[in-house]
């Protein structure tokens, strides 16, 4: 198979909220050629939509994980709480070299920042 391109669906029940949090709080920029709920994540396209199925919190926040590798993981932590956003793991170093931080978005899905720093 050849894939032309990555696009993660995210639905919710307020798709609109989650735009604007991954949009205005994390900084993500929109990707107006991929729809207009579709944001920019280094060069994959993570898309939020409502869907008739989904209803309220994320039932299990960590089935699927939304990661945004950084160059620092601790700066990008610490700017994200400043405007409010809320972790759950603080530069945890995982065996393989990753650094990760975790928080939650407004449904509860968990997203990661991970710093790749082998040592």
């Given at each position: ?21 991954y949009r205005?709080?994390v900084g ?10 579709a944001l ?80």
């Amino acid at each position: 198979m050849k894939v032309n391109s990555l696009l993660v669906n995210v639905t919710s029940e307020q798709p609109e909220r989650l735009i604007e949090f991954y949009r205005d709080v994390v900084g993500l920029a929109p990707r107006p050629d991929s729809g207009e709920g579709a944001l920019d994540a280094g060069g994959a396209v993570l898309a939020f939509d409502g869907h008739s199925e989904t209803k309220g919190k994320a039932k299990e926040p960590s089935r699927v994980l939304i990661n945004l590798m950084v160059d620092d993981a601790k700066a990008e932590r610490e700017r994200l709480e400043a405007r409010g956003v809320q972790f759950i793991r603080r530069e945890g170093r995982e065996y393989w070299g990753g650094i990760i931080s975790t928080f939650t978005d407004p449904d509860g899905n968990y997203c990661q920042l991970i710093e790749y720093r082998p040592e």
